[in-house]
């Protein structure tokens, strides 16, 4: 029923930038709160970025001045801006949706595929 289909990862050197965007289809009536997580091998999922759909924002502090994310409410997409990317930063990348559907008006919670990101030293 909703769909969400992520973009932009790969293998990047640190340092460099990279930029991700997931976009959600289907019966969809309103996306509350939308964002990233990752997952790094042997770790916990974490947050790492999310804006509701006023635009409040929310950055994990390991990403905090060099990550920016941003949304399209028009075209329920989000995106990830990377800068100044560090090893640590290698993951899964999976965009989240809280969402609204045309038939439902519970909130329920969508996930992409993921996205791996690779930083090499």
């Known amino acids: 029923q909703v769909q969400l289909v992520e973009s932009g990862g790969g293998l990047v050197q640190a340092g460099g930038s990279l930029r991700l965007s997931c976009a959600a289809s289907?019966?969809?009536?309103?996306?509350?709160?939308m964002g990233w997580y990752r997952q790094a091998p042997g770790k916990q999922r974490e947050l790492v970025a999310t804006?509701?759909?006023?635009?409040?924002?929310d950055y994990a502090d390991s990403v905090t001045g060099r990550f920016t994310i941003s949304r399209v409410n028009a075209k329920n997409t989000v995106y990830l801006q990377m800068n100044s990317l560090k090893p640590e930063d290698a993951a899964v990348y999976y965009c989240?949706?809280?969402?609204?559907?045309?038939?439902?008006?519970?909130?329920?919670?969508?996930w992409g595929q993921g996205t791996p990101v690779t930083v090499s030293s």
């Open positions: 989240n949706a809280e969402v609204q559907t045309v038939w439902r008006g519970v909130p329920f919670d969508y």
């Open positions: 289907g019966s969809i009536f309103s996306i509350l709160n």
């Open positions: 804006m509701t759909s006023s635009g409040g924002t």
